[in-house]
C-alpha cells in the first residue's frame, strides 16, 4: 500500500520520538554544565551561611560544627578551610583542606596564584572560577566581620565530565530508545491498522455486492463505532438491492408477459383470420351466386344455403370455443368443485354421441368400472370429455376403434380416450395444446376443426390444478387427464 497509516502513524512516533531525544540532548548539552555549576555555587552558598552561623554563634570550634561541614564535604565533594582572625586554623576538610591554607593566607594578604574569574562579589566573599594549570575549580573566599576566613573549592572539571558522561549516555539511551519504540509502535500500530483493513476489505466487497462479511470489532473504539455503521449500511443496502432486484423482476415478468400478451394477441389474430377468411368467401361466393341466380334449379340453390349454412355454423362454433377459452384463460370462468361420479358421467355422455358414433362407422369400447367418485367442476370435466372424444372420432382410422378407460393411482383417477389411427409426429406433441395448431391441416378442414378443442382442455385442466397429456401408442393415440378421487368412495376398478 502506497500510502500505509501504518507506516505514517510509526514514522511520524519515530520522528517525534527522535526529535524529543535530540532536543533534549541540545538542552543537556548546552545548559547542563552550567546548571551543574548553579547548582555547585548554591551548595557552595549553604556552606558559607554554616560557617557564618557558626562565626556569629562562635560555634566553629564545636564538634557539631565539624560534622556538619564533613557530611557537606563528603557529600557534595567540596574542600573547605577555615581560620580565625589569628591566622590559626580551625577547620580543614579530610579530603585536601591543608592544601588551601597557604591560598587563604594568600587571598587575605593580597597575592594569589592562578588565572581567576570572578562570578560574584559579596561584602565579606568572592565567588570566582580559578585555573591552577592543571584543575578548574569553582572557588568562593572571604573574611566575615568577626574575622573569621574561609576557603570553599569544588573541582569544575569533574562537572563537565559528569556532564559529558550524562550527555553521551543520554544520546544511547535515545537512540535505541528510538529504535525500540518504532519496533514497538510497528507492532502495536497494527492493532490499530488492522480494523482499518478489515473495514476496507468489508467495503471492497460491498462493492461486488457481497454483503456477507460483517465487522466484529470488541475494543469499543471509534473504529469499532465505524464499524458497526459498516454493517448497519451493509444490511441496508441489501435489503434495498434486494426489493430493487425484486421490483427489477417483477417488471421483467411484466414486460415478458406484456410481451407474450402482445404476441399471443397477434398470433390470435393472425389465426383468427386466417380461419374466418375460407368460410367468409365460401359463404360470400355461394351468396353471390344465389343471387345472381348461376343455376336456377331448387336442388343448386338447396346445395348453395345448404353451404352457407355449413360455414356459418362452423363460423358459429369458433367463436363459441373462442369466448368459452377467452372466458377460461381470463379466470372469469370460475371453477364450481363438487363430488360426482366419473363413471357414470362418461357412460351418459358416450350415449348422447350414439348419432355421432353411428355416422362415423366407429366401434366405441369400455369395460364395466364401479362407480368412482370424483372432485371436480362437473360441467368443465364433461367439456374436456367431448373434446377429447369429438378429436378421436375425426381422427380415428384403420380399425376405426375408440376405448375409454379408467385407471386409479393412489388418490387421483386417470381418464382416457384412445382412438386407433396415426400417430401424431414427435415434434408436434408438445404444440396440439396451443392455439389454432392443427398437425394435418388439410384433415382438420374436412372436418370443419379449428385446433382450439385441446386448447380448451388445457385451460380447464390447468384451473382444476390436475394432470392431462398425451401418448402415442402402436396403433393409435390416447388423451388423458385425471382427477382427484373422493377416498371412502373410490373403488378399484375391474375390467369385464
Known amino acids: 500500500m502506497k500510502y500505509s497509516i501504518r507506516r505514517q502513524f510509526a514514522l511520524i512516533f519515530i520522528g517525534l520520538m527522535a526529535g524529543t531525544i535530540l532536543l533534549c540532548w541540545f538542552i543537556n548539552n548546552l545548559f547542563l554544565e552550567r546548571y551543574y555549576v548553579k547548582s555547585r555555587t548554591q551548595i557552595i552558598f549553604d556552606a558559607y551561611d554554616t560557617i557564618r552561623q557558626a562565626a556569629q554563634s562562635d560555634t566553629y570550634s564545636t564538634e557539631e560544627f565539624r560534622e556538619e561541614l564533613d557530611n557537606v564535604c563528603s557529600k557534595y565533594n567540596i574542600t573547605v578551610c577555615v581560620m ?284 364395466e368400472y364401479p362407480p368412482i367418485y370424483v372432485w371436480a367442476d362437473e360441467y368443465k370435466t364433461e367439456e374436456v370429455l367431448a373434446n377429447y372424444f369429438s378429436n378421436a372420432v375425426n381422427h380415428c382410422s384403420g380399425e376405426r376403434k375408440i376405448v375409454l378407460s379408467l385407471e386409479q393411482r393412489g388418490n387421483v383417477v386417470r381418464a382416457g380416450v384412445f382412438n386407433t389411427g396415426d400417430l401424431i409426429p414427435r415434434e408436434a406433441i408438445g404444440h396440439v395444446w396451443d392455439k389454432f395448431y392443427k398437425v394435418d391441416k388439410a384433415r382438420t378442414r374436412e372436418y370443419g376443426g379449428s385446433g382450439i378443442g385441446l386448447s380448451i382442455v388445457k385451460a380447464i385442466m390447468e384451473s382444476m390444478n390436475q394432470r392431462f397429456g398425451v401418448e402415442n401408442h402402436q396403433d393409435g393415440v390416447l388423451f388423458w387427464f385425471e382427477l382427484e378421487t373422493v377416498k371412502e368412495c373410490a373403488e378399484t376398478p375391474e375390467k369385464s
Open 84 to 367: 580565625d582572625a589569628n591566622s590559626q586554623t580551625k577547620y580543614v576538610s579530610f579530603n585536601g583542606g591543608r592544601e588551601l591554607e597557604n591560598q587563604l593566607i594568600g587571598y587575605i594578604l593580597g597575592f594569589f596564584s592562578g588565572q581567576a574569574e570572578r562570578l560574584q562579589e559579596g561584602n565579606d566573599y568572592v565567588v570566582q572560577r580559578i585555573n591552577t594549570g592543571e584543575d578548574e575549580y569553582l572557588e568562593m573566599y572571604g573574611q566575615l566581620n568577626t574575622g573569621i576566613s574561609f576557603i570553599m573549592r569544588t573541582p569544575i572539571e569533574s562537572i563537565r565530565a559528569s556532564a559529558k558522561i550524562a550527555n553521551r549516555f543520554f544520546a544511547y539511551v535515545g537512540v535505541l530508545g528510538t529504535l525500540a519504540g518504532g519496533i514497538i509502535i510497528w507492532f502495536v500500530s497494527r492493532r490499530i491498522t488492522q480494523p482499518i483493513l478489515e473495514l476496507n476489505r468489508i467495503s471492497e466487497q460491498m462493492v461486488h455486492l457481497d454483503f456477507e462479511a460483517k465487522y466484529n470489532g470488541r475494543t469499543g473504539n471509534e473504529i469499532d463505532l465505524l464499524g458497526e455503521n459498516i454493517n448497519k449500511l451493509s444490511q441496508s443496502l441489501e435489503q434495498s438491492i434486494s426489493e430493487l432486484k425484486t421490483a427489477n423482476n417483477e417488471l421483467q415478468k411484466d414486460i415478458e408477459r406484456k410481451e407474450a400478451m402482445d404476441e399471443m394477441r397477434k398470433e390470435f389474430l393472425s389465426n383468427v383470420s386466417h380461419e374466418l377468411k375460407t368460410p367468409i368467401a365460401l359463404i360470400q361466393g355461394y351468396a353471390e351466386g344465389l343471387k345472381e341466380e348461376v343455376n336456377d334449379d331448387p336442388e343448386s340453390r338447396s346445395f348453395y344455403c345448404e353451404v352457407i349454412m355449413d360455414e356459418a355454423a362452423k363460423m358459429n362454433n369458433m367463436v363459441q370455443k373462442l369466448l368459452t377459452l377467452n372466458q377460461l384463460e381470463s379466470g372469469s370462468d370460475a371453477v364450481t368443485m363438487e363430488r360426482f361420479d366419473i363413471t357414470a358421467l362418461i357412460r351418459n355422455y358416450v350415449q348422447s354421441a350414439g348419432i355421432l358414433i353411428r355416422q362415423n362407422d366407429i366401434q366405441v369400447c369400455m369395460d
